[in-house]
Every structure is written in structure tokens, then in C-alpha cells.
């Protein structure tokens, strides 16, 4: 297998409206796209949509070989997903949080210091989410979406919210972790070309431009 994720002439509607227009585009083992465009072209949606999250109106998604639609609890163990929406628990701090997600991996002790290492979490460990700024709460979700050591990683927005010090060191561990292949939608063409090698341009629910950085 040479494609991690695989898009075959998938629509969305909500309603009447489009969100996205047959959408085509493989995305290759341990390769990172970024994917580009206004508000309301899609970006969130598609993530969505390969994440397992919601499902398409017509179309297939594969990830790794898997349906989206007809096995999707098998595509989710491959999905590592960081979205608008935080998943950390208020009331626990990040290792609790950790811990409590892990259940669901059967993540060993050296599988939380292996993500408390690559997101620089380690100052923060013992930090209950909610005293947490915008940004160490994303690092913190990035570290939840990748204990489970995900074949594809979806990062919506990612530098949302973000400060240059914590772009640039999500940028570099994100860049080490070879082993998964990277989905980011961004608003930040500039950052975007940082972490990644390949640009997908949406607009109107449809790849306007597929470019290599």
C-alpha cells in the first residue's frame, strides 16, 4: 500500500448546500499536506469526513485500506485527531487526562512520556486543562491524539491560537514524527509550507489547486 488515505468523488450536503464537490486526492504514506482556503471552502469538513467524525453524502474514503463507512471504529484506532473543540477534561490534569485516554490505546507508562516529550508537555504535566492557556491546551490535545500512535494525524487549524515560540515547536516535533502521515488545515499559508510538503487550495467545496511546496 502506497496511499494512507484515499478520496474518491466524495460529496458533502448539508441541506442544499454544498460543502464539498467531488473530491479526489490520495494522500501518500508519511507525507504531510496542508490543506488551504478561505472560510466556508471545506477544510474542517474534509478532515472531518477522513477522520470518521461525520460521513460523506456520496463518495468512498479509505484510510490504510479501511472504509470509512463500513468500518469506521477500525479507521478512528488509525485516526489521531486534534479539532476546534478541546477533548482534555477540565477538572484533570494532563497526565490524568492522558491516562484516562490511554485506556482506550492500552498505553504503557513510556507511551505518555514518549507524547509528554514531543509536545514539551513536561512543565505542565500535573496542570488540571482548565488553567491551561489556548495554546498548551492544543499541545496537550496533540499529545492525547498521539498516544495511540496514529497512521495519519488530522490537525485541524492547528496554529490557531498559537504563538510563534509554540508554532515553532509544534513544527519541529511534528517534523520528527516520520511514522505518521499529517493532515493540517490552516489559515497560514506561511507555516503551513513549515511543516509541510504539499499544499491543497479549496474553495467552494472543491480543489481549486494541488501544489508541491
Not at 488545515?185 to 494541488?210: P, T, Y
Amino acid at each position: 500500500m502506497s496511499q494512507a488515505v484515499q478520496l474518491q468523488g466524495v460529496t458533502k450536503n448539508y441541506g442544499l448546500l454544498p460543502a464539498l464537490r467531488s473530491i479526489d486526492l490520495e494522500v501518500g504514506l508519511g507525507e504531510s499536506v496542508a490543506f488551504l482556503g478561505p472560510n466556508g471552502a471545506g477544510k474542517s469538513t474534509l478532515l472531518k469526513i477522513v477522520a470518521g467524525q461525520i460521513s460523506p453524502s456520496s463518495g468512498i474514503v479509505q484510510v490504510m485500506g479501511c472504509d470509512v463507512q463500513k468500518s469506521p471504529e477500525e479507521v478512528k484506532s488509525l485516526v489521531g485527531l486534534v479539532g476546534h473543540r478541546s477533548f482534555m477534561y477540565d477538572e484533570l490534569t494532563v497526565d490524568e487526562n492522558l491516562r484516562f485516554y490511554g485506556k482506550f490505546f492500552s498505553a504503557s507508562p513510556g507511551d505518555f512520556d514518549r507524547v509528554i516529550e514531543m509536545t514539551a508537555m513536561e512543565k505542565w504535566r500535573n496542570t488540571k486543562a482548565r488553567h491551561l492557556s489556548f495554546g498548551l491546551r492544543k499541545r496537550a490535545d496533540i499529545a492525547r491524539a498521539m498516544l495511540g500512535n496514529p497512521r495519519v494525524l488530522v490537525l485541524d487549524e492547528l496554529f490557531s491560537g498559537l504563538d510563534v515560540d509554540a508554532s515553532e515547536l509544534l513544527v519541529k516535533h511534528l517534523k520528527s514524527n516520520r511514522e505518521a502521515s499529517i493532515l493540517i488545515s490552516s489559515h497560514s499559508l506561511d507555516w503551513a509550507k513549515r511543516l509541510c510538503g504539499r499544499g491543497v487550495f479549496l474553495r467552494n467545496g472543491a480543489i481549486e489547486r494541488d501544489v508541491e511546496f
